[in-house]
């Protein structure tokens, strides 16, 4: 049986505020005002789909070790993630665009410039993995926890904060299933994806004759919002199967010397 959920304990940072009025800091401001502009800009709605995540989580197991010895950095699902994403965009150039509404013109753009959300405590920043394409998981792996790192610290430079063409954002990290993310404009996609879970699901067998079972399964929710100006539930729901195909597929083994 799952073990029941329990509530975190506030930090002496939370305590602190209850019961206070203050001013918004300066960074805040700025991250409200551009979450409205981009919800009163673009048309935006979001999809889901769930993604077994079994296969990704053997080989996690079996390669982290030694990538995280040969690498020096943790092997998270999320690199994974990335990497799937990175390949879908490839493949659907037009969630890797951008919308400029004063000239009318959409770009698409030549290569997948990832920008990762990452929570500090002045607030939500946004650092560019640029040319995320071109990285393997231990690159893209090795990026995240440096652009995480001194994102965190304060030592992230404004250069590595822009020119992002599509976003990722961990909500699973804090154990949510899933969410609608904002998207970062003037971007046309913000992929959130979801804790991993284990939980019994319907699995049909290799042969026609083996039928379906139920077993345990590592199950996660992959949330695509997107702008409709641009992008068609079609486009989007395309886009959402093959990241899923890729993440289920699990043909990562050469990424991580196996």
Same mark, same amino acid.
């Given at each position: 049986a799952r073990t029941p959920a329990t509530a975190a304990a506030p930090t002496a940072a939370q305590a602190a505020v209850r019961g206070t009025t203050e001013k918004m800091s300066r960074l805040r401001t700025v991250i409200a005002q551009r979450m409205v502009e981009s919800l009163q800009v673009s048309a935006q +709605?979001? #999809?889901?789909?769930e993604v077994d995540?079994? &296969?990704?989580?053997? +080989? $996690?197991? &079996? !390669? &982290? *070790? /030694?990538? /995280? !010895? &040969?690498?020096?950095? *943790?092997?998270s699902f999320l690199p994974f993630f990335a990497k799937a994403t990175v390949d879908a965009l490839k493949q659907h150039p037009k969630l890797n665009a951008s919308i400029d509404t004063e000239r009318g013109e959409v770009t698409y753009h030549g290569s997948e410039n990832l920008g990762i959300a990452v929570e500090t405590e002045r607030g939500l920043l946004v650092p560019v993995i640029h040319d995320a394409g071109d990285l393997n998981i231990a690159g893209l792996a090795r990026k995240i926890a440096d652009l995480a790192e001194r994102t965190r610290t304060n030592k992230i430079s404004p250069d590595e904060l822009g020119g992002g063409t599509?976003? +990722? #954002?961990? #909500?699973?990290? $804090?154990? !949510? +299933?899933?969410?609608?993310? @904002? @998207?970062?404009?003037?971007q046309v996609g913000i992929l959130g994806t979801g804790s991993v879970v284990k939980r019994p699901v319907v699995v049909t067998g290799e042969h026609a004759t083996d039928g379906d079972v139920i077993a345990i399964r590592s199950m996660s929710y992959l949330a695509l919002s997107y702008d409709h100006r641009l992008v068609d539930g079609a486009d989007a729901a395309r886009f959402l199967v093959t990241v899923k195909s890729h993440i289920e597929e699990g043909a990562f083994e050469s990424d991580l010397g196996l």
């Open positions: +709605l979001t #999809t889901v789909v995540v079994t &296969r990704v989580g053997q +080989l $996690r197991q &079996r !390669a &982290r *070790k /030694e990538f /995280e !010895a &040969r690498e020096g950095v *943790k092997l599509f976003t +990722l #954002t961990n #909500t699973g990290s $804090r154990g !949510a +299933l899933f969410d609608t993310p @904002i @998207i970062n404009q003037p």
